[in-house]
Every structure is written in C-alpha cells, then in structure tokens.
C-alpha cells in the first residue's frame, strides 16, 4: 500500500487540523480541509495564508512554494471522498464512532482512515465499523509543523499494511515515525506520567518546592521543570489524563492521581490560563536565591568509585586521591562522606554524611539532603547546592528512574521498542534524552535498586521495578 500520491480529507479545522493540512499541503498533497463549524474551513485557511506568507518573509520556503502549498488546500462543506482521511475533531469516543460510519458509508474500500487521538483507544475507535482494519491512530504533536514525532497506533484490528503505510508517509512528510500499540496513552503519554507524578509526590510529602524541583531538573537538561509545565499545560487538563490513564490501567496505583493537583483544580488554580498554579502569572517561577556559600571544611579527600562522574570529580579535585575499589560514588573528605544518592537517605549512614541527586549535566542546580558542611563541596565539582528533605532518590534520581521503569514496561508489554521509546520522548516532549539511553548511562542493576528502596519507603505498587530491568 502506498499513499505517496493520495488525496487527502482533513476533518477539524481547528489547531491540529489546520497544522495537518499545512505538512501535507507542502508536501505535494491535495489537501480537502472540513469542519463542521460553518466557516471554520475557510477562517484556517486564511490563517494558514499569514502562517505562509510569515514563513516566506523568513525566508523558510520560497514566495512560490508558499503560494503553491495554499493553493492546495480546498476547504469543503462537506465530507468528500479521499484516499487518505485524518480526523482531528473532539476527543470524544461517540462522536468520533458516528464519524468513521458516515466516512466508511462514503470512501472507497481500500481508503484509509487515520485518527489523531491523544489518548482513545484505537481499538475502541474501530468496534463497529465494517472494516476495522483500515483504521490506525496517527497522533502528532502540537504544533503539527515543528513537532516532529508521529505515533502511528496500532489498534487490535488495525492492518499491519496499512500502519506501515501511514508510517512510511509521515517519514516522507520529514516526520519521525515511532509504530505503538493502542495502550492507554500510548507511548508519550504513558511513559511521561512519572514526569509529573514525582514532582507531585514530593510536594504531597512536602520534601521540596515547587521552584527547587523545576529547578533541578532544568539543570538536568529539561527545557521545563514539571512545576512549570503542569502551569503550561492547564492542572485540569493534565488531571484529566492522568485520570484517563489511571482508569484505562484498571486503577493501577502507579499512576495515581494526585491530591496536590486536584487541590489546585478545585481552587481554580489551573496554571497559565487562569494566572496562577504553582506559580503567580505573568511572573512565573521566582528565581532561586544563591545559597550560601561556605568553603568545604576538611583536609584528605578521597574519591570513590568507577566511571564518567568519578573522572568528573577528579578533574574537578586535582588534590583528591582514588579508591577504585569502593562499592558507591562520590567523596570522603577526613571520615565524612558525600554520597550519590542510591535510594538510600542521609540519615541511613550517619552523621557526617551527605547524599547528592545524580548529576547528569557538568553545572547547575543539585539537590541534596543531610549534612551541609559535607554538601559544600558539591560546589568544589561546579555545581549549585540546594538542601531538601532527606527523601530517598531526592528528585532527578528518582524522576529519571521512574521514566526509565515505564518504558521498560511499555517495551516488555510490546507497546514499541527501545528505539521508538527513545525517539518518541525526545522528540514528542523535548526530553535531554530516551529513557534507554540514560538507561545505558545509569545501568538496569542501579535503577532497579533505587526503586526498591523507594517501594521500601513508600509500600505500595507504585515503585515496583519492571520485570524488564530485573
């Protein structure tokens, strides 16, 4: 099957719509644009002219190449026959169920129809319809231009012909195409849940703000910390998922919601659009002060363990000798010890001892918990202290292996592999990297005990490793 050549029938006009029409316009298609708002059609395409014409102006495509793309887009008032239909209407399981009968009563048999569905089942989509296997999920990202990952979502009945297909044409339109199966949320969605629900947790338990968490995760190369982009994203928007996912699980408590966000929805404090959340808008997020800044205290300094962070702190401390031989990561200076955290807390080893967050970037923020004085030569390594609860895996340890658990139980569940888990979070949600490739970094044996330690401390579902690491 191949779709190359094929007419293609937008349904929905609005932002994703408009944005769909616009990639397959410019890539050569005949683009029918719908919606069943009277104008709607015609308003986008005026809209998409600006977008065209700015585009031009910028010189990012040619005044011809603009004025052809347009000219290929024919608003409809009705429904029209085409090789390819994607929907982009409401999110609605009914309503998109009455659209694929009216559709499947007008396109010919072997026509194809995409979903843009972020977060229905595909296989549920396809129940009643008279050919289920031409149905296939065919998720982008907003804005549909830029954004250049598509999910092409596999439902139970979804023909392998005719997902390779979708997946080949979004490969020609300059999109990355990750192939996933039609599981609650997909593979973006499901997977980035811990994003959120850890930052949460830590806030239920009161063991850091809001500004230390986004912060620390900023320096760990997210272009937004969680705070902030639960702000973005709406808290009621973001709850609902996050209940839609954890109703489809059948109330698996790893993705439990949250008492801290639904606090914020009941006030009214929904993030951005309603000008506050965690934070105050158009302020936003305050700025950290400057800790305070005490020169580490002690003499003989030794540095333990293997591996990239050991060389780091080595370059970092000329004076410092090694001990190759120790069974954890990070400083003794004179008895007292700084520890990368492992799960376990401060308090786990004594006085005199400090634990640190994982360091996946050379500077920045850190969070840390237990002694300061032993804290204080995190800034001797290039990096910015900031003391927090002494909870196990503090807060990027433990974001970080919660997304890589995910994924490993999305890639053992046959929900995508490595590749498409990796391309899908980097792509879809900007994150610094896949979740198998820090994976490679950390190591499966350390992931799957600081999870143990935090089901430990925690006693429930929530942190249980996957069988996928262990």
């Given at each position: 099957?191949?779709?190359?050549?094929?007419?293609?029938l937008v349904?929905g006009?609005?932002?994703?719509?408009?944005g769909?029409?616009q990639?397959?316009?410019?890539?050569?298609?005949?683009?029918?644009?719908?919606?069943?708002r009277a104008?709607?059609?015609?308003?986008a395409?005026?809209?998409?002219a600006q977008?065209?014409?700015?585009?031009?102006?910028k010189?990012?495509?040619?005044?011809?190449?603009?004025?052809?793309?347009?000219?290929?887009?024919?608003p409809?008032?009705?429904?029209?026959?085409?090789e390819?239909?994607?929907?982009?209407?409401?999110?609605?399981?009914d309503?998109?169920r009455?659209l694929?009968?009216?559709?499947?009563?007008?396109?010919?048999?072997?026509?194809?129809i995409?979903?843009?569905?972020?977060s229905?089942?595909?296989?549920?989509?396809?129940?009643?319809?008279?050919?289920?296997?031409?149905?296939?999920?065919?998720?982008?990202?907003?804005p549909?231009?830029l954004m250049?990952l598509?999910?092409?979502?596999?439902g139970?009945?979804?023909?392998?012909?005719?997902?390779?297909?979708?997946?080949?044409?979004?490969?020609?339109?300059?999109k990355?195409?990750?192939?996933?199966?039609?599981t609650?949320?997909?593979i973006?969605?499901?997977?980035a849940?811990?994003?959120?629900?850890?930052?949460?947790?830590?806030?239920?338990?009161?063991?850091?703000?809001p500004?230390?968490?986004?912060?620390?995760?900023?320096?760990?190369g997210?272009?937004?910390?969680?705070c902030?982009?639960?702000?973005?994203?709406?808290?009621?928007t973001?709850?609902?998922?996050?209940?839609?996912?954890?109703?489809?699980?059948?109330?698996?408590?790893?993705f439990?919601?949250?008492?801290v966000?639904q606090?914020?929805?009941?006030?009214?404090?929904l993030?951005?659009k309603s000008?506050?959340?965690?934070y105050?808008?158009?302020?936003?997020?305050p700025?950290?002060?400057?800790?305070?800044?005490?020169?580490?205290?002690?003499g003989?300094?030794?540095?333990h363990?293997?591996?990239?962070?050991?060389?780091?702190?080595?370059?970092?401390l000329?004076?410092a000798?090694?001990?190759?031989t120790?069974?954890?990561?990070?400083?003794a200076?004179?008895g007292r010890?700084l520890?990368?955290?492992?799960?376990?807390?401060?308090r786990?080893?004594?006085?005199g001892?400090a634990?640190f967050?994982?360091?996946?970037a050379?500077?920045g923020?850190?969070?840390?918990a237990?002694?300061?004085?032993?804290?204080?030569?995190?800034?001797r390594?290039?990096l910015?202290?900031?003391?927090?609860?002494?909870?196990?895996?503090?807060?990027v340890?433990?974001?970080i292996?919660?997304?890589?658990?995910?994924?490993?139980?999305?890639?053992?569940?046959g929900?995508?592999d490595e590749a498409?888990?990796?391309a899908?979070?980097?792509?879809?949600v900007?994150?610094?990297?896949?979740?198998?490739?820090?994976?490679?970094?950390?190591g499966?044996?350390?992931?799957?005990?600081?999870?143990?330690?935090?089901?430990?401390?925690?006693?429930?579902?929530?942190y249980?490793?996957?069988?996928?690491?262990?």
């Amino acid at each position: 099957m191949n779709l190359n050549d094929s007419r293609i029938l937008v349904i929905g006009a609005g932002l994703m719509g408009a944005g769909i029409a616009q990639v397959a316009a410019q890539a050569g298609h005949q683009v029918l644009l719908h919606d069943s708002r009277a104008g709607a059609a015609e308003a986008a395409k005026a809209k998409l002219a600006q977008t065209l014409e700015g585009l031009a102006a910028k010189g990012k495509l040619t005044p011809d190449a603009a004025q052809a793309t347009l000219a290929r887009i024919t608003p409809v008032a009705a429904l029209a026959p085409a090789e390819l239909v994607i929907e982009a209407i409401v999110e609605n399981l009914d309503i998109k169920r009455a659209l694929f009968a009216e559709l499947e009563a007008l396109l010919p048999a072997d026509a194809v129809i995409a979903t843009n569905t972020s977060s229905i089942s595909v296989t549920a989509l396809a129940r009643g319809m008279k050919a289920p296997e031409r149905l296939v999920g065919m998720h982008f990202f907003n804005p549909v231009p830029l954004m250049k990952l598509v999910e092409v979502v596999s439902g139970l009945g979804t023909a392998p012909e005719v997902a390779q297909a979708v997946f080949d044409l979004a490969g020609r339109w300059g999109k990355t195409a990750v192939h996933a199966r039609s599981t609650p949320g997909f593979i973006v969605n499901r997977i980035a849940r811990p994003y959120y629900a850890e930052a949460l947790m830590l806030l239920q338990d009161r063991a850091a703000t809001p500004e230390l968490i986004d912060a620390c995760l900023r320096a760990a190369g997210f272009r937004m910390g969680p705070c902030e982009l639960m702000d973005l994203i709406g808290h009621d928007t973001n709850l609902a998922v996050t209940k839609s996912v954890f109703e489809a699980n059948f109330y698996d408590r790893r993705f439990t919601p949250s008492l801290v966000q639904q606090e914020l929805v009941d006030a009214g404090f929904l993030g951005r659009k309603s000008g506050r959340g965690f934070y105050r808008y158009p302020e936003g997020a305050p700025a950290l002060q400057a800790p305070a800044g005490a020169e580490p205290r002690g003499g003989r300094v030794v540095v333990h363990g293997r591996g990239a962070l050991a060389e780091r702190f080595v370059a970092n401390l000329p004076e410092a000798t090694r001990d190759l031989t120790s069974d954890w990561l990070g400083l003794a200076v004179d008895g007292r010890e700084l520890r990368l955290t492992d799960g376990r807390r401060a308090r786990d080893f004594g006085p005199g001892t400090a634990v640190f967050d994982l360091p996946l970037a050379p500077s920045g923020d850190i969070a840390y918990a237990g002694d300061p004085d032993t804290a204080a030569w995190l800034r001797r390594l290039g990096l910015v202290p900031r003391q927090m609860v002494d909870m196990p895996g503090l807060v990027v340890a433990r974001t970080i292996a919660m997304l890589i658990n995910e994924a490993a139980d999305a890639v053992s569940q046959g929900v995508c592999d490595e590749a498409g888990a990796d391309a899908a979070m980097k792509l879809g949600v900007n994150y610094p990297a896949g979740p198998f490739e820090w994976l490679a970094l950390w190591g499966s044996q350390e992931v799957a005990a600081l999870l143990d330690r935090l089901d430990q401390h925690h006693r429930g579902e929530r942190y249980r490793a996957s069988r996928y690491l262990t």
